[in-house]
């Protein structure tokens, strides 16, 4: 394609940061901005958002993923699906039509899940939980699955004793935050991952 015609397009700004993403990937130097948010947990009030909820929600089993869009669910993502399920410390819940897995969401009660794999883990405190990777099968969006699951998630974590509710929510994602707004989460902070010639860094 031609860089001049790419240049009046995107803008000057968006094809060097095309240039920098391109060649920082294949020098292993690349990051990414997430925002961290927070809640603390008021069950009367998730307990509320609730209401009307009529979902047959089940706490997910690895054959449950099978069940899913093999689009999604590649082997290699049932791979990391597996590999989580066999570490207590993630949950993992999902919505089921005629035995087709429509939807699939998870929570941490221990560590602080980043798009990349660090030395060594950022562990949450004990009285926090994190909300992690939901998925929405085309076929079932627009039905408001998404917020109503998270607060479902809420409730889970208050079960488990949990406090405080985190949230990482990738710069430009704008539905996911809407999403987490809904439910009374609070943005706290701005921090940076990624690698620098292929070391992984995080600012938080």
Same mark, same amino acid.
């Given at each position: *394609? ?8 995107? =803008?000057?700004?968006?094809?060097? %940061?095309?240039?920098? /993403?391109? /060649? ?17 947990? @008021? !069950?009367?009030?998730? +307990? ?18 099978? +069940? ?5 669910? $590649? ?6 699906? %597996?590999?989580?399920? @066999? #570490?207590? $410390? ?7 039509? #005629? #035995?087709?897995? !429509? ?7 221990? &560590? ?14 004990? @009285? ?13 969006? =627009? ?7 998270? @607060? ?16 990482? /929510? *990738?710069?430009?994602? $704008?539905?996911?935050? &809407? ?9 706290? +902070?701005?921090?940076?991952?990624? %690698?620098?010639? =292929? !070391?992984?860094?995080? $600012?938080?």
């Amino acid at each position: *394609m031609n860089i001049i015609h790419v240049i009046k397009e995107k =803008g000057i700004a968006a094809f060097c %940061k095309s240039i920098f /993403v391109s /060649v920082g990937f294949k020098i292993g130097t690349y990051y990414a901005k997430l925002h961290y948010l927070t809640l603390d947990i @008021d !069950i009367e009030h998730t +307990k509320k958002r609730l209401d009307g909820f009529n979902f047959e929600v089940k706490e997910l089993r690895y054959e449950d993923f099978l +069940k899913g869009n093999p689009k999604e669910f $590649t082997a290699e993502k049932l791979a990391f699906i %597996k590999q989580r399920l @066999d #570490d207590s $410390t993630y949950k993992s819940y999902g919505i089921l039509e #005629d #035995d087709y897995l !429509i939807y699939s969401t998870w929570f941490s009660l221990r &560590k602080l899940g980043l798009p990349i794999e660090m030395k060594k883990p950022i562990y949450m405190s004990e @009285d926090e939980g994190l909300l992690e990777d939901s998925y929405c099968d085309p076929k079932a969006r =627009g039905r408001g699955i998404h917020s109503k699951m998270n @607060d479902f998630r809420i409730m889970k974590l208050h079960e488990l004793g949990k406090t405080r509710v985190l949230a990482l /929510v *990738m710069h430009g994602n $704008t539905p996911a935050f &809407k999403t987490q707004f809904k439910s009374s989460f609070k943005e706290e +902070k701005c921090f940076l991952v990624g %690698k620098i010639f =292929g !070391i992984p860094f995080c $600012t938080v």
